[in-house]
Nanobody
């Protein structure tokens, strides 16, 4: 499975942005997928996850109510709609797929995309 993240950029606080993660591979549509973020010097942090069916979602408390994770009908692309952005959301965002059990633990994910940088200015 290959993952390609895109959509990062520079946005003002209070603004919005949507990240995308395109997945390729014959079984990619079955996998739980997630978004993580990382700032220099800190561990990679769970942001949100969505099951293969797309019917169940999970969010970190820090983004609940502001971010929405989704995937398209074919389950080949995952999105992260980010609203009411804050400077503390600034990070490199990574998409990942196929966790062993714990969707919130980056160590459990088998596949990773490259990061896309989000910078939120105050």
């Amino acid at each position: 499975v290959q993952l390609q993240a895109s959509g990062g950029g520079l946005v003002q606080a209070g603004g919005f942005l949507r990240l995308s993660c395109a997945a390729s591979g014959s079984t990619s549509s079955r996998y739980t997928m997630g978004w993580f973020r990382q700032v220099p010097g800190k561990e990679r942090e769970f942001v949100a996850a969505i099951t293969g069916s797309g019917t169940t979602t999970f969010y970190a408390d820090s983004v609940k109510g502001r971010f929405t994770i989704s995937r398209n009908y074919a389950k080949t692309t995952m999105f992260l709609q980010m609203n009411s952005l804050k400077p503390e959301d600034t990070a490199v965002y990574f998409c990942a797929a196929d966790p062993f059990k714990r969707y919130y633990d980056p160590r459990e994910y088998k596949y990773w995309g490259q990061g896309t940088l989000l910078t939120v200015s105050s």
